[in-house]
């Protein structure tokens, strides 16, 4: 027999009893509308490719990573240096799980703009929220296995926003973390979630919304004009895709098959060229010199709780992600009929485009967060020579004090050191030498008061040196009173 | 192109489905005899099988919550002699938590900031910012503790200086006995939970 | 057979995808090893971490002073200068780095550190005839004559400043913020960056005896106010 034979035997005799070949062609050949067989709905088949993916890559990590908090960084680190492939392994689960975020945000503002979640796909709606909760949990959960000290000092920050709850903070906290800190119950707990619970989860949701998406049919391409009415919709889609249907596989399959091939080859390249994603340092909470920062898919809450007014921060951060949920879960019933198309939904749109910027700018702003001081630029940001050539005596002292008092932590100078204050490069412009006594022995503005810690000696000195920030030919500030206050005390 | 006749015809029978299910779809009819033995049966079943639920699920969340229980996690340990810590000086003295399990590693190593003012006078602050927690770092010449994550800025007395921390630094409860300098620790300090 | 060729050859593209993949860019090299800040054990890293804001990233034209002038290297020792890194020059600018004096850098980093200071910046021949590093201090009205002949032609008479020194260097706030030994290392080693001479170089041919150099310091020093230790009081530059 030839080996196509067998194959062909052993089906048969599979099929036998089984009895999947008839429901399995049924599923690939339901019938979909022409319209939607576009490259605009190819990013859930993308977001499922990528899923498996990421299942076969964290199981290949899963066995040589150890899930024990005093072990794990250092089988990370085996990982990424001994372990043949191990790195490129980690690279690809890391990348992976970029893309994953990336392609379900894009799959999800895709079925929002072409009001797929209108009736009667509400559920299918539904379900997808979990599954993007369940994908961002697992974004989570992923880095603080990669337990490193982003990952500790990120939990770190997940207890402190669950310590603000009222009345039971300190009992959720300890929850979380299974235990008073940090520790090896915490890894623990995170793996169950990251392994076991989240991803049995995601496999439910995703059975569920594709039995949906079979059962419902797909969304056709929405067109202006053309209103869904939940006693006439079912009869309309009918008629659409018996006479103008074709089988899913291979009419539409072919273009999500093409989008999962490129996917798959961006991964790779991705992940061949950029390496693996971290760990950084020991998860060691001695060593304090870090910087924590989250992966980017949660740098814009990073960002969020450093610009929001502070009063407004306890409530934000636990009404507002109930109240994102909620209002996510509510979408299909507040927009359950009517128009699908974009072109006539104008606030859908300003709505989607809002939330989207609005990420994008707290990302781009978290990639060098102008609010965090830099904790080495005082040590480790040379003052600009120009600013060293020609100084006096004294305002040399002064730029050593500039540096040597951790002014550079938050101010720049030439373009190096923190943003959190004004740069220093032209202050006297902006103050006379009066106003910058004040402003630094008092503080003020999110400026901390030096009074305590500068002798007058130094004070002056750092005057003296702030006095010659100013361009050539723009001369420094000055107090237009001092001349005539100078004749008064004359007098 | 091709089509599979029977998908085509199990879609057509599917698209007619309405927002009420005809009553031939529903196998649960009402049954004739209410107090038949099958009845009991399936009743028992049902109420047997909610019990054993109940007691299961008893056990399995007490262990899963068990961390929420009211617990006396903190408890006093020693940092060191007293000639560790300089006077007018801040430094960092690190200790091993006292709720530790053999797995923790270096996770259960807990830094913390210690200020002498003069004599027996101490300070205790804990390494985590009070607004998100992360490490703040002590600088000496300038007498600020700094917070990488979102700027805040406390002074050397740990009140809060600037940015957008709630409050001052959290402080630990402590001593000065046998010559040495004793803090009561065991738990991640939060706002729920500030430590003191 | 064509399907077993092909086959084949995507064996083979296969395999030597594989043994490419030590050549990818993203394979981590062994020199990105996170270390944790004790380990570092790299002088550059060290320096430009921790001594590069004052005193410059390639030793000069910082704020500070002058850590790449070979006269500085050869005027101050091994045990001073890690005795200055370690504990930090008291009431000025110089912080403590030991992890001993509240600093994060260990006795090893330390060491690193003035090795590779030594090894990058200690060139040429020991100084001859140079004043010693410390000495007890000088005569203030010794110090006025010295000042006068070697300085006040850059400094002004008075010291006050002149075209080819701007700046006060008897001003009150500036000398509170500089120790005797830095106003004398000055004197001695100079700053080769910023222009200044050293001990031998001004006027030509007139180097400063050691007793001139602690002469000149100790009137420097004079000038400086006093006040009882813990309290400040207000001091004008003018």
New interface residues.
């Given amino acids: 027999m030839s080996p196509s034979q067998i194959i062909h035997k052993v089906g048969a005799w599979l099929d036998h009893r089984l009895g999947l070949s008839g429901p399995l062609i049924e599923a690939a050949q339901h019938p979909v509308p022409r319209s939607s067989a576009s490259w605009w709905y190819v990013f859930g088949s993308a977001t499922f490719a990528v899923m498996v993916l990421q299942f076969l890559t964290g199981l290949c990590l899963a066995t040589v990573y150890a899930p024990s908090a005093d072990r794990a960084w250092q089988s990370l680190i085996y990982l990424n240096y001994d372990q043949p492939l191990g790195w490129f392994i980690r690279a690809l689960h890391g990348w992976g799980s970029n893309f994953m975020v990336g392609l379900v945000c894009i799959h999800m503002a895709q079925v929002f703009l072409f009001g797929a979640h209108k009736y009667p796909r509400e559920l299918t709606w539904l379900a997808g929220v979990v599954l993007l909760l369940a994908t961002l949990g697992m974004a989570f959960t992923g880095q603080v296995l990669r337990f490193d000290q982003d990952a500790y000092w990120g939990l770190g920050i997940g207890a402190a926003i669950a310590g603000r709850t009222p009345f039971i903070g300190g009992r959720i906290v300890k929850m979380i973390l299974g235990g008073p800190i940090i520790a090896g119950e915490t890894l623990s707990r995170f793996f169950t979630l990251h392994v076991f619970v989240i991803p049995g989860l995601l496999i439910s949701f995703v059975g569920l919304h594709l039995f949906l998406v079979l059962r419902l049919g797909i969304n056709e391409w929405p067109m202006p004009g053309r209103i869904v009415r939940r006693e006439t919709y079912l009869a309309e889609y009918h008629r659409m895709v018996s006479t103008d249907g074709e089988p899913f596989f291979p009419y539409a399959a072919q273009k999500d098959l093409v989008f999962i091939g490129l996917i798959i080859a961006a991964l790779i390249v991705t992940a061949a060229v950029m390496g693996p994603i971290g760990p950084n340092g020991e998860p060691d909470p001695a060593i304090i010199q870090t910087v924590p920062r989250p992966d980017f898919f949660f740098l814009w809450l990073f960002s969020a709780f450093a610009l929001l007014p502070p009063w407004t921060e306890t409530f934000l951060m636990l009404t507002g992600p109930v109240v994102a949920i909620g209002l996510l879960f509510a979408i299909p019933f507040i927009s359950g009929t009517g128009e699908k198309s974009y072109r006539r939904r104008p606030f859908s749109v300003m709505i989607l485009v809002l939330v989207f910027m609005t990420i994008g700018i707290l990302i781009y702003l978290g990639t060098y967060s102008p609010w965090s001081p830099h904790m080495e630029a005082w040590s480790g940001a040379p003052t600009p020579v120009e600013y060293v050539k020609g100084r006096t005596p004294l305002e040399l002292q002064g730029a050593i004090l500039i540096q040597a008092k951790q002014c550079r932590n938050c101010h720049s100078l030439g373009g190096q050191g923190g943003m959190r204050g004004p740069a220093l490069d032209e202050t006297a412009t902006r103050l006379t030498p009066d106003q910058i006594v004040r402003q630094i022995v008092q503080g003020g503005g999110n400026m901390p008061a030096y009074g305590k810690n500068l002798s007058p000696a130094e004070v002056n000195a750092i005057v003296a040196f702030l006095a010659t920030m100013h361009p050539a030919h723009q001369p420094p500030a000055h107090n237009a009173a001092r001349p005539a206050l100078a004749r008064v005390d004359q007098r | 192109m091709f089509q599979h006749p029977a998908a085509r015809a199990i879609h057509d029978e599917r698209m007619n489905m309405s927002e009420t299910a005809s009553p031939s779809r529903n196998p649960a009819a009402p049954p004739a005899q209410p107090t038949s033995r099958r009845v009991f049966l399936l009743r028992l079943g049902i109420l047997l099988n909610a019990i054993a639920a109940a007691i299961f699920a008893v056990p399995v969340l007490g262990y899963l919550a068990s961390p929420m229980r009211k617990f006396a996690w903190l408890s006093w340990i020693s940092l060191g002699p007293l000639e560790h810590f300089p006077e007018h000086q801040t430094r960092l003295a690190t200790y091993r938590n006292p709720y530790t399990k053999p797995w923790d590693g270096m996770t259960a190593n807990i830094p913390c900031w210690v200020r002498r003012e003069a004599g027996d006078t101490f300070m205790v602050f804990a390494i985590n910012c009070t607004h998100l927690g992360c490490p703040v770092r002590w600088f000496q010449e300038s007498g600020l503790f700094m917070c990488p994550c979102h700027g805040g800025v406390f002074y050397s007395d740990g009140k809060r200086a600037s940015g957008p921390p709630p409050r001052g630094l959290y402080q630990y409860r402590h001593k000065v006995e046998n010559g040495r300098l004793w803090i009561k620790a065991g738990e991640l300090p939060t706002l729920g939970e500030p430590l003191a | 057979m064509i399907v077993r060729r092909r086959a084949a050859v995507a064996a083979v593209f296969a395999l030597s995808l ?1 043994a490419g ?1 030590d050549r ?5 090299k ?1 020199s990105q ?5 004790a380990q570092v054990k790299s002088f550059d890293v060290l320096y ?7 005193h ?2 390639a030793g000069n ?4 002073t002058e850590l790449a002038n070979p006269a500085y290297q050869a005027l101050v020792d091994d045990a001073t200068l890690s005795r200055i890194i370690r504990q930090g020059v008291p009431a000025t ?4 780095f030991a992890q001993s004096a ?1 600093g ?1 850098l260990t006795d090893a980093q330390i060491a690193i550190l003035i090795d590779g200071m030594r090894a990058r910046w200690k060139s040429g021949p020991p100084l001859k005839d140079a004043p010693p590093y410390a000495a007890a201090p000088g005569d203030p009205a010794q110090g006025a004559q010295v000042f006068a002949r070697s300085c006040a032609s850059c400094h002004g008479p008075d010291g006050k ?1 002149g075209a080819r020194a ?4 008897v ?4 000398l ?3 120790s005797d030994q830095a106003l004398r290392t000055l004197v001695i080693a100079g700053r080769r960056d ?1 222009g200044h001479p050293d001990w031998r170089q001004y006027p030509p041919g007139q180097p400063l005896t050691a007793q001139q150099v602690a002469d000149v310091v100790a009137w420097l020093a004079a000038k400086r106010p006093r006040f009882a230790p813990g309290t ?4 004008s ?1 003018k």
């Fill in positions: 594989l993949c990818l860019p993203g394979k981590p062994e090893r996170p270390l944790s800040p430009t971490q921790n001594c590069a804001g004052c410059g990233a034209f910082g704020a500070a600018a110089m912080p403590s509240g994060y400043g701007p700046g006060s260097i001003d009150r706030s500036y509170m913020l500089v910023l400040w009081q207000s001091v530059t």
